[in-house]
């Protein structure tokens, strides 16, 4: 099975960029498809968008990312990366990325395999 982890968060002031990665191992991300999940405080984790392991793009779920986040796979480099440009301060959660073979998957119980979540925090 494949193992996923996360990087690249931290923080960042409105209005910035972050680019997070997902590193996967174990098997060839290639074989899946992954999704980008967040989870704020006291909320649920909730879809973002997800890539077909074809490389095409899941409709957005998550209206408020529309236009503002990206997804992409380099399966050379066995990565998945969420592009975040024009940050909010609602967009302060904790992301993950997950993976799974069944198609379409929007939802957490979609997805057997998860990283363990990168912290993006956005200051005013």
């Known amino acids: 099975q494949v193992q996923l982890v996360e990087s690249g968060g931290g923080l960042v002031q409105a209005g910035g960029s972050l680019r997070l990665n997902c590193a996967a191992s174990g098997r060839p991300v290639s074989s899946y498809n992954v999704g980008w999940f967040r989870q704020a405080p006291g909320k649920e984790r909730e879809f973002l968008l997800a890539i077909t392991k074809w490389s095409g793009v899941l409709p957005h779920y998550a209206d408020s990312v529309e236009g503002r986040f990206t997804i992409s796979r380099d399966n050379a480099k066995n990565t998945v990366s969420l592009q975040m440009n024009s940050l909010k301060l609602e967009d302060t959660a904790v992301y993950y990325c997950?993976?799974?073979?069944?198609?379409?998957?929007?939802?957490?119980?979609?997805?057997?395999?998860w990283g363990q979540g990168t912290q993006v925090t956005v200051s005013s």
């Open positions: 997950a993976a799974t073979s069944t198609f379409p998957a929007r939802s957490n119980g979609d997805y057997p395999f």
